[in-house]
Nanobody
Framework: QVQLVESGGGLVQAGGSLRLSCAAS????????MGWFRQVPGKEREFVAS????????YYTDSVKGRFTISRDNVKSTVYLQMNSLKPEDTAVYYC???????????????????WGQGTRVTVSS
């Protein structure tokens, strides 16, 4: 049973930083791409960033490029999302996700992720 547990959310002022963590368990973490998505009430879940199994390839949605960094520690079975220069429009619940198949590409489509964490709330005040 794959489990994903996010942490690190909170309230921060615009321009501030937060680092989200997602601890994975239940299978060999280092074989799988990982993704971060976010969702605002009333809107669809939005892709934020993804990373391949080794960490050598990363992808970002345009609105966070240059501000957010996704990384992973395969020894700790954890994926991170470092968020800098936060803006009020970054306010959302952030979810980490993992696909079913190993060694796949780091997709930006939520339908290609099978497993999801419970989410961690990020609130950016202006």
């Amino acid at each position: 049973q794959v489990q994903l547990v996010e942490s690190g959310g909170g309230l921060v002022q615009a321009g501030g930083s937060l680092r989200l963590s997602c601890a994975a368990s239940g299978r060999t973490f280092s074989r799988y791409a990982m993704g971060w998505f976010r969702q605002v009430p009333g809107k669809e879940r939005e892709f934020v960033a993804s990373i391949n199994w080794s960490g050598s390839r990363t992808y970002y949605t345009d609105s966070v490029k240059g501000r957010f960094t996704i990384s992973r520690d395969n020894v700790k079975s954890t994926v991170y999302l470092q968020m800098n220069s936060l803006k009020p429009e970054d306010t959302a619940v952030y979810y980490c996700s993992a696909p079913e198949n190993s060694y796949g590409p780091p997709s930006r489509f939520s339908r290609e992720y099978e497993y999801w964490g419970q989410g961690t709330r990020v609130t950016v005040s202006s």
